[in-house]
């Protein structure tokens, strides 16, 4: 089962102060492997996407390759910082123009202190033609100087965990990263283990 796609795709979308001005901006990418929370989706995906941003407010819509057809995804938040605490409410949604997956809708969260982040996305998917599923998604970030672990995992109708642990930086305007992802057996049905290499550009517009 495909469960989700998106491996760019910050759950919260931001955690993040608010801006003065209005942003608008758009990206170009593309992975090895796409994996989006410890699930694998199809190899070499290359993917785009636009952004606005205003006064902590955001909206934007990303689309990747996943093989049948594509994957779309429209999302929405809002996020804003007390002192050193960050904290963001937002929307998303997963739709395709194949058979590949069925849609899903989630409500995203987000809090951040220090180096560490917690998300929570309370969604549901269609499934096709069968009963509508409910899950839960939570994870645990600890970031600092480009390196990152994570820990996350789904409750309710899906099940399953997974680790992933990376380095993301900057050369000359591109944005590279090198990822390492630890599934386990209730999440994809058996252990798996990827490393992931992702290369990508973005441009105010």
């Known amino acids: 089962m495909n469960t989700f796609s998106r491996t760019a795709l910050v759950t919260t979308l931001l955690a993040s102060s608010a801006i003065a001005q209005a942003d608008v901006s758009a990206n170009l990418g593309f992975a090895s492997e796409y994996y989006y929370r410890g699930i694998f989706q199809e190899k070499s995906s290359a993917s785009g996407g636009i952004d606005y941003e205003s006064n902590g407010f955001s909206v934007g819509t990303w689309a990747a390759d996943v093989g049948d057809g594509l994957e779309v995804d429209v999302y929405g938040a809002y996020g804003t910082e007390v002192g050193d605490f960050s904290y963001s409410i937002g929307f998303t949604g997963y739709y395709y123009t194949g058979d590949f997956d069925d849609t899903y809708q989630e409500i995203n969260l987000g809090a951040a202190y220090s180096l560490f982040s917690f998300d929570v996305a309370i969604g549901e998917y269609e499934n096709f033609d069968g009963p509508t599923q409910d899950y839960t998604y939570y994870s645990v970030t600890a970031e600092k100087n480009g390196f990152y672990g994570k820990f996350a995992g789904f409750s309710q109708d899906f099940e399953g965990s ?44």
């Open 162 to 205: 997974y680790f992933e642990a990376g380095y993301g930086t900057t050369i000359a305007d591109i944005d590279v990263g090198l990822s390492l992802i630890f599934s386990d057996s209730d999440l994809v049905g058996e252990s798996d283990e990827a490393i992931v290499f992702t290369i990508g550009k973005s441009f105010d517009l």
